[in-house]
């Protein structure tokens, strides 16, 4: 392994390795912050407006509704608005109700039954008919009930002029509406009270949901076997006419509303199911906003480690290169490229510098180590080496001149001495005393030398 290559560290430790970790992490924080925050306020806002537009839907059940007590109410007035029933409660025509109330005319007024009441509550003449099997029938029971003295549907000076709305009998809720008997141009005194109505069934229910494309469901406030979602609506609506929306599984929403009766107590409570196309229409929307995040997130990642790449790491990569190649060759010459006049810029010069001022100080050393070998070299003085034996292992200095050893050439490598006329490989059997006296008595003479140089 080169030196490059054992200078290389892994990629997950590297520069590059700790940016690119760095910026994924922060596009993945970034871009799953703001999915979270888009989730929760976008999601948040189509669901306020699916359920906007679920309780618009609901306010057509309930204008359906009306609009069929408007009709109930119309023709009710019809009829008590006339002078053959102003004459008939008079007693003046016998005959008005077999000929003004056949089965013909329930079948074509879509009503269930008719009462015709006098003055004094007593009833008159009373009518049912089955709309589903086009048959005659008796009125609903439990509806003489709400006839008696004192009820809403006798009682104009609480309610002048008409009495629409719902009703709860033991058979079912009924559709009902009462006037009072007046002459064709709506005048008095009233001969008495008109009341039609008509059942408020399955088929009615089935009808009204028809005609608002909407699949509507009615239970009764009081029934004992609702289902568990109407249960939840009971207990979570107050007020009169008083709506909630939830959801009533994945792929449905729930509207409730409940209906008063003529007492002007909750009667009924109406549902509406609506498909969530809206919600699924923003789930939609939510993922390609997230995949538009995260292609923008991918661009702009990839896009800045280009840049940082280009700008910084590469030329990083390159001062390190450079200074690796100078540190296994060792030349103090060589200068790295710089390029830039930034902060990268600043410290490849300053690098430049700090490798001019070791050149500088080597040669420094150099010239100084010269200096040294050649005062050494001239000094009348000898250096010596001994062995533990005190056998002379090198020597250097102008003295060995005294002693018949110059090695001008070599002087500077301390060699081995060796005394003149005496073989190399004799002078280990020696005496080690000898020896040292045999130098001190050359280096006295050079001593002498010097001093009667320096008189002279």
Request: hydrophobic share 40%; charged share 20%; glycine share 8%.
């Amino acid at each position: 392994m080169g030196p490059l290559e054992a200078t290389r560290l892994r990629f997950s430790s590297s520069l590059r390795g700790k940016t690119l970790l760095i910026i994924g992490l922060t596009m993945f924080g970034l871009v799953g912050g703001l999915y979270v925050l888009s989730r929760v306020l976008l999601l948040r806002g189509f669901s306020h407006l699916e359920e906007d537009f679920a309780r618009q839907n609901l306010e057509r059940i309930s204008s359906a509704l009306a609009n069929e007590l408007g009709t109930l109410d119309r023709t009710t007035s019809e009829y008590a608005s006339w002078d053959q029933s102003y004459a008939y409660l008079h007693g003046k025509q016998p005959s008005y109700a077999r000929t003004e109330f056949p089965d013909a005319t329930f079948q074509q007024l879509k009503i269930n039954f008719v009462v015709i009441l006098d003055n004094s509550g007593k009833k008159v003449f009373s009518k049912g008919f089955n709309l589903v099997s086009l048959e005659p029938a008796q009125t609903p029971p439990g509806l003489d009930a709400h006839l008696r003295p004192g009820s809403p549907l006798l009682n104009y000076d609480t309610h002048p002029g008409k009495v629409t709305g719902i009703l709860i009998l033991p058979s079912g809720p009924v559709l009902i509406d009462a006037r009072p008997v007046l002459t064709s141009n709506s005048e008095g005194p009233s001969a008495g009270t008109m009341i039609m109505g008509r059942s408020l069934d399955s088929d009615e229910v089935l009808r009204l949901g028809e005609m608002t494309h909407m699949p509507l469901d009615v239970e009764r406030v009081d029934g004992k076997n609702m289902a568990p979602d109407f249960l939840l609506a009971r207990r979570t609506v107050s007020g009169p006419n008083a709506t909630v929306v939830r959801e009533y599984d994945q792929a449905s929403l729930a509207a409730y509303e409940v209906l008063n009766d003529i007492y002007d107590k909750p009667a009924l409570i109406a549902r509406v199911l609506f498909p969530r196309d809206i919600y699924r229409e923003g789930r939609t929307v939510l993922l390609q906003f997230l995949l538009l995040l995260l292609a923008a997130g991918l661009v702009f990642g990839a896009v800045t480690l280009f840049l940082l790449e280009r700008v910084v790491l590469s030329r990083v990569a390159d001062l390190s290169e450079g200074i690796t190649q100078i540190g296994a060759s060792g030349d103090l010459l060589a200068r790295l490229d710089v390029s830039g006049k930034d902060e990268i810029g600043y410290l490849g010069t300053a690098i430049n510098g700090m490798l001019e001022d070791l050149a500088n100080t080597e040669a420094e050393r150099h010239e100084g180590r010269t200096r040294l070998g050649v005062m050494i070299d001239k000094m009348p003085a000898v250096l010596w080496t001994t062995d533990t034996n005190l056998r002379f292992t090198s020597s250097v200095g102008a003295g060995l001149t005294s002693l018949g050893r110059i090695d001008r050439p070599n002087a500077f490598r301390m060699l081995p001495y060796q005394r003149p006329g005496v073989p190399s490989n004799c002078g280990a059997p020696e005496s080690a005393r000898r020896r040292v006296q045999h130098l001190r008595d050359g280096m006295a003479k050079t001593r002498l030398r010097i001093a009667r140089a320096a008189d002279v």
